[in-house]
């Protein structure tokens, strides 16, 4: 069976890539789809242990949840920045609590 860390954490770079396509085809935004595309490769690295210890995860994701948080504050709109930053912080505790 599968690591719960390593499946939430899969399964939230797949929503932050389809987040970053979303602001493109969306908004027009590529840095939207270049900043999801870097966070979900660097996650994908650490989820197959290529980038170590697995902890970096966390502060990638802590990371996230920062810029969505800035984010959500400014815009004061639940899609997409509400989302995410709840999506992180669900994310975040599920990697912390794992261990």
């Known amino acids: 069976m599968p690591n719960i860390s390593v499946t939430v954490l899969w399964i939230y770079i797949v929503l932050l890539l389809a987040g970053g396509v979303m602001g493109l085809v969306k908004a027009g935004s590529r840095i939207s789809l270049i900043t999801s595309a870097i966070f979900a ?32 504050a400014k815009g004061r709109k639940f899609m997409p920045s509400g989302l995410m930053l709840g999506l992180s912080l669900a994310v975040l505790a599920v990697l912390l609590l794992a261990r």
């Not at 650490?46 to 959500?72: E, H, M, Q, S």
Request: with cysteine.
């Open 41 to 72: 490769l660097l996650l994908a690295l650490c989820a197959t242990a290529v980038i170590k210890p697995f902890y970096i995860a966390d502060i990638l994701v802590g990371l996230l949840l920062v810029v969505f948080g800035v984010r959500f």
